[in-house]
């Protein structure tokens, strides 16, 4: 087996999901919620997008909408919540981005899947395991896809990660480290926002936004899914006074790597189960990194989830190592791109409703072991 991590680094960015059919579209979409992320990140995103296009504005407020069309050339209607689970403009788009508060995801995927459309929602799936799984119920009875929003999936630099691991690169896998931090309250200058609300964030804020990065991209790293958590949490400031996540350290063991998306996980046994140690807060500077460490070897990647206008991945395995620093391509354009190939092409998609099931279960058990302090399985 050739171990070099050198040989693994050409065509570094490459698309190795897109497919050559997917030539029908654009995919027309309806973005259904239009906060900052939406306007700012979403539909510049796909602007630049190779496959698809925004055609519908969906807002609690009508003049929001409007002013969605007035500023976006591709943009034909905006209509209201209520408007859009009636099925008006249905035939101005082909698939839905869901980017509500978590406990508004459900009943606009719901719609969508009524109304015959793909979705992809945004992460996590829901505020809570049951809504979840109800959502997942309506995309399968409506035969819909529904993809949940994991951009760092389509990462090119994380897709070659989980290369090299799966190649043995870096040995067998023994552990994971990751954190992500943020200034929330610099960035989004409002102590009532939903993300400090658990009405509409779910059970807190830190693992719930910044803590499901790591959670996730491990699992699509080593191929294995969650077995069993264990948690601290610590909020002082006033501001995070609903929420017991001002900052979180948790660990989490993976089921032996290759195990698969772990849907229906036994967490009986733990021979070759990975230990990973995570920390997520909304309170502490802007931070991220990832890394695997192995028996032979370690794979980093440096700033790993917010995005960031240059990163670096490090692969090292005895004498050997590379490192590469790159301007990385936009996270949330690769994603639409890889969601609207799946729609052209009929192909199902990656981070389907099952997958991001197994997270949203992941994040009740970090809050439930912080409560409690003790270990609790999956």
């Not at 999936?153 to 994380?158: C, D, K, M, R, S």
């Not at 790293?221 to 077995?227: M, S």
């Not at 949203?360 to 970090?366: F, G, K, P, Q, S």
Request: proline residues 6%.
């Amino acid at each position: 087996m050739n171990t070099d991590p050198r040989d693994f680094l050409d065509g570094f960015d490459r698309r190795d999901w897109q497919s050559a059919e997917a030539d029908d579209g654009p995919v027309r979409l309806a973005m259904v919620g239009i906060g900052w992320w939406t306007r700012d990140q979403a539909i510049p995103a796909v602007e630049d997008s190779e496959l698809c296009a925004t055609t519908v504005a969906v807002s609690s407020s009508r003049e929001k909408a409007e002013a969605v069309v007035a500023d976006v050339e591709t943009v034909t209607h905006g209509v209201t919540y209520d408007e859009f689970e009636a099925g008006e403009a249905s035939d101005a788009y082909d698939a839905v981005y869901v980017c509500t508060p978590n406990a508004l995801h459900l009943p606009y995927v719901r719609a969508a899947a009524e109304h015959g459309k793909d979705v992809l929602c945004e992460k996590p799936m829901e505020a809570s395991v049951e809504r979840a799984e109800s959502m997942v119920e309506a995309a399968d009875d409506a035969g819909v896809r529904l993809m949940v929003g994991y951009r760092m999936q389509t990462e090119p630099a994380v897709r070659r990660a989980r290369e090299l691991v799966r190649a043995g690169v870096v040995g067998e896998p023994a552990h994971v480290t990751g954190h992500m931090s943020q200034r929330l309250l610099e960035m989004i200058p409002d102590p009532d926002q939903w993300r400090l609300d658990p009405d509409l964030a779910g059970p807190g804020t830190s693992v719930t936004d910044l803590g499901v990065y790591p959670i996730n991209t491990a699992r699509f790293v080593l191929d294995a899914a969650p077995v069993a958590v264990s948690a601290t949490m610590h909020a002082a400031a006033e501001a995070f006074d609903r929420v017991p996540d001002e900052r979180a350290s948790f660990a989490v063991e993976y089921e032996r790597p290759g195990g698969g998306d772990g849907a229906n996980t036994d967490a009986s046994g733990d021979d070759g189960r990975v230990l990973a140690s995570f920390a997520a807060s909304q309170n502490a500077t802007r931070s991220s990194r990832f890394s695997v460490i192995g028996t032979e070897g370690r794979v980093t990647l440096e700033p790993a989830f917010a995005m960031e206008p240059r990163r670096t991945l490090t692969v090292a395995r005895g004498d050997a190592s590379a490192e590469v620093a790159f301007a990385p391509r936009n996270q949330m354009t690769e994603e639409f791109d890889y969601f609207a190939d799946r729609v052209l092409t009929g192909r199902p998609v990656g981070p389907d409703g099952a997958h991001g099931l197994v997270d949203v279960r992941a994040i009740a058990a970090v809050y439930e072991a912080a409560a409690t302090g003790e270990r609790v399985t999956l």
